[in-house]
């Protein structure tokens, strides 16, 4: 790859390959086609309008693929856009650096998942320790919760990000339990590492995050609910209560139905946990679009999706939209790799999706 998307500048020619994130065909006020697209690699996205050669361009154009994109860059509004001249899927014989186009979390996974041990080490609870015991020592849970995404875009969206955005919401927790006593520190830790593991089954995908036939039909927050009641059952003796708080902790934890929880949160660590999972994944999505604009004129970024508003760029807030918290103890700045990165290529069989 001769530059990252965040590299290019209004002038530059572009001759590389790049993952479709999104495509859409859309109609013009004078009735003509033309398509809205989407590139992504590593380092961000790139959007393009093309009113030429629309129909075979809609063909290649495949989203969740990989295409060779001849352009140039232009800039509208302040924002660099690509203006294509063709494209092409990938053919035999192609060289692609599929590292140069997943993006992968700056921050060390190991150091990351240490980090999570330790906070588990502070559990009490025998029952909540045997229930996290469960997942985080079963190696097959571990190797997918390292590598996968948090979100299909919207936050934490790399190889990783799931571990990251957990480590975020679990650090938050933790420190809500110091500064308040009363919230029980056990349920707070475990909600906090065990409330998005339904992402684990609900997305997938090598080049770009797709979702799976359960989580179209489910969604992470019913299967990650599944999950932990399932392991509750097979632990002898768990408490009926305990069970149901740590439940209603993951089906809560958005807010509000509008967003996708089932019901309200009702107990003061579910209430906690809402608004630690809210925080971290809305500082994340305000440090990146700092850091994506910040070389781009004007003293706000553009209207952040999600957080519903434009952002000052404050000078401390500039560079790497990416490093939104502190490095795990032991950590380090992951360097791009050019092994093609473990993630996820397809849909767990639907007899192993609640398999513990």
């Given at each position: 790859m001769s530059k990252f998307i965040k590299e290019l500048r209004e002038g530059d020619k572009v001759d590389d390959f790049f993952v479709v994130s999104q495509r859409e065909k859309r109609e013009a006020k004078?009735?003509?086609?033309?398509?809205?697209?989407?590139?992504?690699?590593?380092?961000?996205?790139?959007?393009?309008?093309?009113?030429?050669?629309?129909?075979?361009?809609?063909?290649?154009?495949?989203?969740?693929?990989?295409?060779?994109?001849?352009?140039?860059?232009?800039?509208?509004?302040g924002k660099t856009q690509l203006r294509i001249f063709d494209a092409r899927p990938v053919m035999d014989g192609d060289e692609v650096d599929f590292s140069a186009l997943r993006p992968v979390s700056p921050y060390d996974r190991e150091a990351m998942f240490k980090e999570l041990e330790s906070c588990r080490a502070k559990v009490k609870d025998p029952f909540v320790a045997k229930l996290?015991?469960?997942?985080?020592?079963?190696?097959?849970f571990v190797k997918e919760f390292k590598t996968h995404t948090a979100a299909k875009a919207m936050h934490h969206a790399t190889v990783g990000g799931l571990l990251e955005h957990t480590l975020g919401v679990?650090?938050?927790?933790?420190?809500?339990?110091?500064?308040?006593?009363?919230?029980?520190?056990d349920l707070m830790l475990a909600g906090a590492m065990l409330h998005d593991i339904g992402k684990i089954y609900e997305m997938g995908g090598l080049v770009a995050t797709e979702y799976t036939t359960a989580g179209r039909l489910l969604g992470h927050i019913v299967i990650g609910s599944e999950l932990v009641g399932?392991?509750?059952?097979?632990?002898?003796?768990?408490?009926?209560?305990l069970k149901l708080q740590l439940q209603h902790i993951i089906v809560s934890h958005h807010g509000k139905q509008e967003f996708g929880s089932p019901c309200l949160p009702q107990t003061p660590e579910a209430m906690a946990l809402f608004r630690a999972d809210e925080f971290d994944s809305h500082i994340f999505q305000a440090f990146r679009a700092i850091g994506d604009e910040s070389e781009q004129p004007g003293e706000f970024t553009s209207r952040v999706k999600g957080l519903?508003?434009?952002?000052?760029?404050?000078?401390?807030?500039?560079?790497?939209?990416?490093?939104?918290?502190?490095?795990?103890?032991?950590?380090?700045?992951?360097?791009?790799?050019?092994?093609?990165?473990?993630?996820?290529?397809?849909?767990?069989?639907?007899?192993d999706l609640f398999k513990q």
């Open positions: 004078n009735g003509s086609p033309y398509l809205s697209v989407a590139f992504s690699d590593a380092s961000g996205t790139i959007g393009s309008t093309i009113f030429d050669d629309v129909e075979r361009l809609f063909g290649v154009l495949e989203p969740n693929t990989i295409a060779k994109v001849t352009g140039s860059v232009s800039s509208r509004e996290l015991a469960s997942f985080f020592e079963d190696a097959e679990v650090r938050l927790a933790d420190a809500f339990s110091d500064l308040y006593p009363k919230l029980d520190r399932r392991a509750c059952d097979k632990i002898k003796g768990f408490p009926e209560s519903d508003t434009a952002l000052y760029k404050t000078e401390a807030a500039k560079g790497s939209g990416l490093y939104s918290m502190a490095f795990p103890e032991g950590g380090k700045i992951e360097e791009p790799s050019k092994k093609e990165p473990e993630v996820q290529t397809s849909s767990p069989m639907q007899d």
